[in-house]
């Protein structure tokens, strides 16, 4: 497991922008499979989009044209990169991660999370 720590929410109207951090302490997180989940109120957690330890990347249906997951593997710290905001996708964002050997990996489920942090979308 690996501690992680996410930044970036807030309140924003609707067709605005904001980008999350994922900030990983200690491991290799080159070597991680790392994703976003989210949960919004009354709802169960779903998973937003996901990054292969190589970068490959894919995106729930909602969020597709929209969104883009990114990791930048210098800084420890991956990113989601939200555009075009709906107040559907106000929620509690997380960011979680599992170890990979294989960089095309793409695990069942994930064994590292964050505390989260809030995203408010306005209308």
């Known amino acids: 497991q690996v501690p992680l720590v996410e930044s970036g929410g807030g309140l924003v109207e609707a067709g605005g922008s904001l980008r999350l951090s994922c900030a990983a302490s200690?491991?290799?997180?080159?070597?991680?499979?790392m994703a976003w989940f989210r949960r919004a109120p009354g709802k169960e957690r779903e998973l937003v989009a996901r990054i292969t330890s190589g970068g490959g990347t894919n995106y729930a249906d909602s969020v597709k044209g929209r969104f883009t997951i990114s990791r930048d593997n210098a800084k420890n710290t991956m990113y989601l990169q939200m555009n075009s905001l709906k107040p559907e996708d106000t929620a509690v964002y997380y960011c979680?991660?599992?170890?990979?050997?294989?960089?095309?990996?793409?695990?069942?489920?994930?064994?590292?999370w964050g505390q989260g942090t809030q995203v408010t979308v306005s209308s």
């Open positions: 200690g491991g290799t997180f080159s070597r991680y499979a």
């Open positions: 979680a991660a599992r170890y990979s050997f294989l960089s095309d990996y793409v695990p069942p489920n994930y064994d590292s």
